[in-house]
């Protein structure tokens, strides 16, 4: 599996004026702990972002080779730095978050004279924060890529991870995120972002429209509610994970999919690998930060 997106410097505040250093991103947590889900004789898991050389971006190679997540598209662009966020959480673990990425090089993804060689993945994993990234012209060179990976067999899982500060419009957004549907075979979207872009009144309205732009494999996340999953004949909800004490939310849906993604690698149906994504999910908010130390969840050995 190949996850594309960007990896960025997390400083989290843990009391005062203290901040705890982490690396974290939407699809990089997914391939952290899809990572830790699944032995690397079954998936190889990599990453596809862009990098500078400095003290944190190699901090961040670093992070990736510990978890036994691959590097080679990982690439370095000299004199620039990753992007950085800030994280409050409040008293029901629930976050906000301040950016400082509009220099990221992550912003020149499939931007050069060479487009990254997706052909060697089965799987290919991203965001709409990983389209947002990138220019238009960008864009399309990405969906294109996405569109060749279908064509010779390969999924495209997407979630429609909308945040609306990074785009210059909603309408912008949806249209984006309209392309990237069309070209995916795996949705693993939250209802209130397909509800904020196209309007939808229920997770089961977003898992039966997304099944009507023919994608086969459709899960609806809907935090503590659970999700609805696409059973193979109706919508199915699949209640969550009790958790005594919800500690930090960043990367619920995140440790979701990768739950979600490893169960169906290994041959689960779509129920129990929504059950699994519910597990996984439980684990990490139980601590604080996007990836967790956690003895259930060890990194690859």
């Keep these: 599996m190949l996850a594309v997106g960007e990896c960025m410097i997390e400083l989290t505040h843990t009391g005062g004026r203290t901040l705890s250093l982490g690396y974290a991103g939407d699809t990089f947590n997914t391939a952290v702990y899809l990572a830790r889900l699944t032995p690397p004789e079954a ?31 990982t690439d370095r662009v000299p004199g620039t730095q990753p992007g950085l966020y800030l994280v409050r959480t409040d008293e029901n673990g629930e976050r906000s978050f301040t950016y ?13 004279d060479h487009d990254p ?6 799987v290919l994993y991203l965001s709409a924060i990983t389209v947002q990234l990138l220019t238009a012209r ?3 060179r990405l969906w294109a890529g996405l569109a060749a ?11 429609s991870n909308y945040r609306p500060a990074g785009w210059a419009s909603a309408d912008e957004a949806r249209e984006a995120v309209r392309r990237t549907w069309e070209l995916t075979s795996i949705a693993t979207p939250t209802f209130s972002d397909e509800h904020a872009l196209f309007g939808d009144d229920s997770p089961v309205a977003s898992v039966e429209r997304l099944r009507g732009l023919g994608i086969p494999d459709v899960v609806v996340k809907d935090g503590g509610n659970g999700c609805v999953v696409w059973d193979g004949t109706a919508p199915r909800l699949v209640p969550a994970v009790t958790v005594e004490s919800t500690k930090d939310t960043t990367a619920a849906g995140d440790a979701f999919n990768a739950g979600y993604l490893a169960a169906r690698l290994s041959g689960a149906d779509a129920v129990e690998a929504a059950a699994a994504g519910h597990v996984v999910a439980a684990k990490v908010i139980a601590h604080p930060g996007a990836i ?5 969840l060890p990194p690859r050995a």
């Excluded at 060689?117 to 089965?122: F, H």
């Design 292 to 296: 967790v130390t956690d003895p259930a």
């Design 149 to 159: 990976a279908r064509e010779r067999g390969a999924h495209v899982v997407f979630d």
């Design 117 to 122: 060689d997706l052909s060697g993945y089965d």
């Design 100 to 112: 400082y990425r509009s220099e990221s090089p992550a912003r020149r993804l499939f931007d050069g």
């Design 43 to 73: 998936v190889e898991v990599d990453y596809l972002t862009r990098l500078g050389d400095d003290e944190y971006s190699a901090g961040i190679l670093g992070a990736m080779r510990a978890e036994g997540i691959g590097t080679a598209l």
């Design 138 to 140: 960008a864009r399309e």
